[in-house]
């Protein structure tokens, strides 16, 4: 291990915001982080969450920020960074409220993973009222501009460039992408499945109007399952659907089990709303279907209908829609779907790898690692 990139080094990553089992932060970065030789300090809500600490990583309980509970997160993040960053090389912070106590971290170099658009999130954000909406985002702007000057940053989409004034890596959030998937079954009842945090903007309310819709029509041969965590309204339209028997869906599921969930299903749902936060990006579901041999129906955001194009993995639908004939056209059409799915899972093995782009992670939290150790003698 003596010649691994991270032997030696140690690495503090920090999240108040996401769920312990974050794919990108504790199963993508993470683990290209541990399988380098890095030795990991795990800073994250698990119980607020209600999970158990992760095997094989130093694991610290911080309080959950959420909604409008989040002075206290914060609070606990910064008492807590201060006294774990002088044994560590880089903090790696995931949230943008972070930044207002990286100060903690000292002499310590912290990195910024960006994950969104952050000033147009606040659009989205159903507990931010409405008169602050514009100074808040005016706030969380001038906050980029400072964490740019002062800390490391690492981009999850090219659109992200727009936000900086500098250059900064692109980390993209591609996915795993196994050699064999078994691809749409081609026989017994069809499953539509969707993968990923549920809330109004990401299309929950399509999908229990899908499911309803599957009903209506008398097709109890094709099922809709969905895997993701919800909240508030969202939490119990899901609840409700799965009561009625309308779909059925699992909740949170870590990502390396969830994905297998997703086998052998006939579409991947990502309906997304034509949101300014999301017209950047190409949210990583998309990718996930297909390098599990699942085509995906997607709303025509500008990159997810490019995705969609080039990849020839699936079918895009309006914006707001309720895809049901699409999805009956791939279930009663099972060579179609193995040939969307087939095409998708070599595309993105060939563009969207996070076996390649996890190489650029390493080398990025290496360097930055040791050049903080050298800095502070």
């Avoid at 994250?44 to 130093?58: I, T």
């Avoid at 602050?132 to 906050?143: I, K, N, S």
Wanted: aromatic share 6%; glycine share 10%.
């Amino acid at each position: 291990m003596t010649d691994a990139p991270g032997a030696g080094l140690r690495v503090l990553v920090c999240t108040v915001v996401h769920h312990p089992g974050d794919a990108r932060i504790a199963h993508r970065e993470m683990g290209a982080l541990l399988d380098a030789g890095f030795a990991v300090t795990y800073l994250a809500p698990f119980g607020g969450f209600g999970v158990d600490p992760r095997p094989g990583v130093d694991c610290v309980d911080v309080r959950r920020s959420y909604g409008r509970r989040r002075l206290g997160a914060l609070l606990d993040a910064r008492r807590k960074i201060r006294a774990l960053a002088p044994a560590h090389d880089l903090v790696l912070l995931h949230d943008p409220e972070l930044l207002l106590v990286a100060g903690a971290a000292g002499a310590t170099p912290v990195v910024w993973d960006v994950h969104e658009d952050v000033p147009a999130t606040v659009q989205i954000r159903t507990w931010i009222p409405t008169w602050l909406r514009v100074p808040l985002a005016g706030f969380l702007t001038w906050l980029l501009g400072r964490a740019e000057k002062r800390h490391h940053l690492l981009l999850a989409e090219h659109g992200y460039r727009r936000l900086f004034h500098g250059a900064h890596p692109v980390v993209p959030n591609s996915t795993a992408v196994p050699d064999d998937v078994p691809g749409p079954d081609p026989d017994g009842p069809a499953r539509v499945v969707y993968l990923g945090s549920l809330t109004r903007d990401r299309g929950a309310g399509e999908i229990v109007a899908l499911a309803e819709g599957l009903r209506a029509r008398g097709r109890d041969d094709v099922r809709v399952e969905v895997v993701g965590t919800a909240h508030g309204e969202t939490g119990a339209a899901l609840q409700a659907a799965h009561d009625a028997g309308d779909l059925v869906w699992h909740g949170f599921v870590p990502n390396d089990r969830a994905l297998p969930l997703i086998h052998g299903a006939v579409a991947g749902l990502a309906l997304l709303h034509d949101e300014l936060n999301h017209r950047v990006s190409l949210p990583t579901k998309n990718m996930e279907y297909l390098a599990h041999g699942v085509p995906v129906v997607a709303t025509p955001l500008p990159e997810v209908e490019s995705f969609v194009a080039a990849s020839g993995g699936g079918v895009v639908v309006p914006f707001g829609h309720a895809p049901v004939d699409e999805v009956l056209a791939l279930a009663d059409d099972r060579d179609r779907a193995r040939s969307l799915a087939e095409q998708g899972h070599a595309y993105v093995a060939a563009h969207h790898n996070w076996t390649r782009d996890r190489r650029t992670f390493v080398e990025h939290v290496a360097r930055w690692a040791r050049e903080g150790r050298a800095a502070r003698g």
